[in-house]
């Protein structure tokens, strides 16, 4: 069974950082590329960052470009957010999805996690 | 980016009726190359994260009832639900995931029970 487990939300200071993992089973996580989504509760939904299968190759969206980078350790299992200079506006449920095809990055998910609360305030 | 625009915003239905949500992308998703649309759909019940319904715009993933269907191309493309169920309760979103990301979602389809 494919499990994805957020972990590392919490509550930070504007411009502080935090660093978000997601740990992967039931899969060859070292197959996948991986997404990172977000939603500020009670709103929609916005893709942040994806990572490939072999971790080199990363894209980001531009609202995170420069501030968060995505990474991953294939012989942890685990996917990271390092999120830098956070904004009030980072605010949001962060959810880690797996890619549906171990072939390149589909860009579609399949697995989502249940997402870990990131709240940025002073 | 390639901005994906829903609507309705929100949309209420009767049980065993049909619902129809409908998705813009603001430039076409259709390669040419192989004639895909690179087009999924979600469902999203609350409290829990968003469930894959529907990708290359009209495929239905494993397990979800052959009452949801997805249909268009290029720029357009519609999601139905026939039959509406109670279960059906839920926001939807579709997303493009054409060329290189960042891989846009649209705002999301509310849909609830008239």
């Known amino acids: 069974e494919v499990q994805l487990l957020e972990s590392g939300g919490g509550l930070v200071q504007p411009g502080g950082s935090l660093r978000l993992s997601c740990a992967a089973s039931?899969?060859?996580?070292?197959?996948?590329?991986m997404t990172w989504v977000r939603q500020v509760p009670g709103k929609g939904l916005e893709w942040v960052s994806v990572?490939?299968?072999?971790?080199?190759?990363?894209y980001y969206a531009e609202s995170v470009k420069g501030r968060f980078t995505i990474f991953r350790d294939n012989s942890k299992n685990t996917l990271y957010l390092q999120m830098n200079s956070l904004r009030v506006e980072d605010t949001a449920v962060y959810y880690c999805?797996?890619?549906?095809?171990?072939?390149?990055?589909?860009?579609?998910?399949?697995?989502w996690g249940q997402g870990t609360l990131v709240t940025v305030s002073s | 980016d390639i901005v994906m625009t829903q609507s309705p915003g929100s949309l209420a239905v009767s049980l065993g009726e049909r619902a129809t949500i409908n998705c813009k992308s603001s430039?076409?998703?259709?390669?040419?190359?192989?004639?895909?649309?690179?087009l999924a759909w979600y469902q999203q019940k609350p409290g829990q994260p968003p469930k894959l319904l529907i990708y290359w715009a009209s495929t239905r993933e494993s397990g979800v009832p052959d009452r949801f269907s997805g249909s268009g191309s290029g720029t357009d493309f519609t999601l139905t639900i026939s039959n509406l169920q109670a279960e059906d309760v839920a926001i939807y979103y579709c997303?493009?995931?054409?060329?290189?990301?960042?891989?846009?979602f649209g705002q999301g389809t509310k849909l609830e029970i008239k």
């Open positions: 997303q493009q995931y054409y060329g290189t990301p960042p891989y846009t």
């Open positions: 990572i490939y299968s072999g971790g080199s190759t990363t």
């Open positions: 039931g899969f060859t996580f070292s197959s996948y590329a």
């Open positions: 430039q076409s998703v259709l390669y040419a190359s192989n004639n895909k649309n690179y």
């Open positions: 999805a797996k890619d549906y095809s171990p072939i390149g990055g589909s860009g579609y998910v399949d697995y």
